[in-house]
Nanobody, 118 residues
Framework: QVQLIESGGGLVQAGDSLRLSCVGSGRTFSFGSMGWFRQAPGKEREFVAHITWTGSTVYADSVKGRFTISRDNAKKSVYLQMNSLKPEDTAVYYC????????????WGQGTQVTVSS
């Protein structure tokens, strides 16, 4: 069984930075893509970014140029560097792993809260 454990959330001010981490454990870890989704209060969960096994990345338009996703396959980890944070980035951020492109998500993390104050 695969587990995804996130860390790095917190309360920051607008313009600050945060780095989220997600570590996978369990069976052989070789997902096609890992990535991040987020869910704000009263809203549906939305895609943020994903990275393939070979390092190709895709970002939501709302975070392009501010967020950077990276991956360390040896450490079974994926990271999300978030810069120039805005209040609208406030959400619970979920790590995800699945097929290439994350068309199918096979595993979710438990979520980590990111709160950006204005």
């Amino acid at each position: 069984q695969v587990q995804l454990i996130e860390s790095g959330g917190g309360l920051v001010q607008a313009g600050d930075s945060l780095r989220l981490s997600c570590v996978g454990s369990g069976r052989t870890f070789s997902f096609g893509s890992m990535g991040w989704f987020r869910q704000a209060p009263g809203k549906e969960r939305e895609f943020v970014a994903h990275i393939t096994w070979t390092g190709s990345t895709v970002y939501a338009d709302s975070v392009k140029g501010r967020f950077t996703i990276s991956r360390d396959n040896a450490k079974k980890s994926v990271y999300l560097q978030m810069n120039s944070l805005k209040p609208e980035d406030t959400a619970v951020y979920y790590c995800a792993a699945g097929n290439s492109g994350l068309v199918r998500v096979d595993n979710w993390g438990q979520g980590t809260q990111v709160t950006v104050s204005s």
